[in-house]
């Protein structure tokens, strides 16, 4: 993996060598990255892994066509026919009116912020074994588990470079630190699993093995003795554990890609009140130490924290620069990317703003609700907004978290769900996408 300097100028020379092959615009992007992993159970070691790999993609345009290579070999050789390949593919390719890089005048400019996201220094082998010991002792102390899936501890650093023929060249580093424990209550038939994990940017910022460890005892002990609730519709609670997710189809729905081949059901929605008056939804590229902090996009543009969502009010698309022309708006700051391909928009720090009433509150809004804690495949159709997925999770009476239920279905359409759910006041930003309990007043909850 190269350092900052040495991989912004990787891609720097890349550009020059496309350049100097004919091509009317190339840009080039570097990723490398290195993890290093532990993995204990029932307290002996299992395995010790360590990873490492770099990338180099270059995007290069003749005229309206383009065509996207990557190789892992950064040797001369190698990229000399890195760039051959591309120009004799993109001398091919079908001519698009909406190719092209970003605004040269929407470029960000050194010097970037500093997020915060890389720390110095060498992972320890020792002190990641003892802190994935530490997780499965913790859990395995909680009553009620019988048998241990493992813990585990890793540490990584990646390095991102960017350049293009438009002026602009750019590059940042960072690191991460992990740490889960998964464990079994019960025997038999009746046996549950669950599982706690955590990750930062800081080994100061991660949680405790011991309460990472704890918590997933808790977890699997109160999935035992699960019931069955009465098919019907009901109200449903998203605790933070998946509440995320429903923020991952908003982001798919507004995606500039998708607006433009008219394949969202939020298609026709720019202007409108898609949620209810209350909700904020924010992306936030810049925050100190965030999972996806970055200082500029996959094309280069400036970032900023931007309202998605204003008091119930969709205000913006996501959209990189081919999207963007298509629908005839400037790039949002959204792009991201891999060695190979063209840019696509995504969130960066992605998250529903506290709302007015706390989760107990909303735990008790009604006298019977189901909170769901799990889900499982993937029933979401993205064109109508149908959603479907199975689900487990718990029972809440008067307010009150009961019994536990598993081999149950949630279904309803996103516009109303998005169009009714409450935010609770529990928000952590934990993740990258991030949500606190959410309450959506009624769903339907259906029973194999």
């Known amino acids: 993996m190269?350092?900052?300097?040495?991989?912004?100028?990787?891609?720097?020379?890349?550009?020059?060598?496309?350049?100097?092959?004919?091509?009317?615009?190339?840009?080039?992007f570097y990723s490398g990255q290195s993890s290093t992993s532990v993995e204990v159970r029932l307290g002996e070691l299992e395995?010790?892994?360590?990873?490492?790999g770099e990338e180099i993609g270059l995007r290069l345009f003749v005229g309206s066509r383009s065509a996207s290579v990557s190789s892992s070999d950064l040797s001369t050789e190698a990229l000399g026919e890195l760039v051959v390949r591309a120009g004799a593919m993109a001398r091919e390719a079908p001519e698009d009116p909406f190719a092209g890089l970003a605004p040269s005048e929407l470029l960000a400019s050194a010097p970037f912020p500093d997020l915060e996201s890389f720390e110095d220094g060498e992972p320890?082998?020792?002190?990641?074994?003892?802190?994935?010991?530490?997780?499965?002792?913790?859990?395995?102390?909680?009553a009620g588990i019988n048998?241990?899936?493992?813990?585990?501890?890793?540490?990584?650093?990646?390095?991102?470079?960017?350049?293009?023929?438009?002026?602009?060249?750019g590059a940042y580093s960072a690191t991460g630190y992990s740490c889960s424990a998964a464990v079994i209550a019960g025997e038999g038939l009746s046996m549950q699993r669950d599982h706690?994990?955590?990750?930062?940017?800081?080994?100061?910022?991660?949680?405790?093995?011991?309460?990472?460890?704890?918590?997933?005892?808790?977890?699997?002990v109160a999935r035992l003795n699960p019931v069955r609730p009465q098919s019907g519709p009901m109200p449903v609670l998203f605790d933070p554990r998946v509440s995320h997710t429903l923020l991952g189809h908003f982001a798919g729905a507004i995606s500039g890609a998708s607006v433009a081949r008219k394949s969202s059901f939020l298609q026709d929605r720019l202007g409108d009140r898609v949620f209810?008056?209350?909700?904020?939804?924010?992306?936030?590229?810049?925050?100190?130490?965030?999972?996806?902090?970055?200082?500029?996009?996959?094309?280069?543009?400036?970032?900023?924290?931007?309202?998605?969502?204003?008091g119930g009010v969709l205000l913006t698309w996501m959209a990189a620069s081919a999207s963007a022309r298509q629908l005839g708006i400037a790039p949002t700051g959204h792009a991201s990317r891999g060695g190979a391909g063209a840019p696509r928009a995504s969130p960066s720090n992605f998250y529903i703003a506290t709302g007015r009433r706390s989760r107990?509150?909303?735990?008790?809004?009604?006298?019977?609700?189901?909170l769901v804690t799990e889900l499982i495949g993937h029933g979401v159709n993205g064109v109508t907004g149908d959603y479907s997925r199975g689900a487990a999770g718990f029972l809440v009476e008067n307010g009150e978290i009961g019994a536990a239920v598993e081999e149950i279905t949630i279904a309803s359409n996103l516009s109303d769900m998005f169009a009714t759910l409450e935010p609770a006041s529990d928000l952590e930003l934990r993740r990258g996408v991030d949500a606190p309990t959410l309450l959506v007043p009624e769903m339907t909850v259906g029973t194999a």
């Open 47 to 52: 395995h010790v892994g360590r990873s490492e």
């Open 124 to 142: 320890d082998l020792p002190a990641l074994r003892e802190r994935a010991l530490a997780a499965e002792r913790a859990a395995l102390g909680v």
């Open 196 to 220: 706690a994990w955590h990750s930062a940017r800081h080994l100061a910022d991660l949680d405790s093995a011991e309460e990472i460890g704890r918590l997933a005892g808790i977890r699997a």
């Open 147 to 169: 048998n241990s899936g493992g813990g585990s501890a890793g540490a990584s650093a990646s390095t991102v470079a960017l350049a293009t023929s438009g002026g602009f060249a």
């Open 276 to 310: 209810g008056e209350g909700v904020s939804i924010i992306d936030d590229p810049l925050r100190l130490r965030g999972l996806r902090s970055r200082p500029f996009d996959g094309e280069g543009l400036c970032v900023k924290r931007t309202e998605m969502i204003a």
């Open 360 to 370: 107990d509150e909303l735990l008790a809004a009604f006298p019977k609700a189901l």
């Open 2 to 28: 190269l350092y900052i300097d040495e991989a912004r100028a990787a891609a720097e020379r890349l550009v020059d060598r496309a350049l100097s092959a004919g091509a009317d615009a190339a840009d080039a």
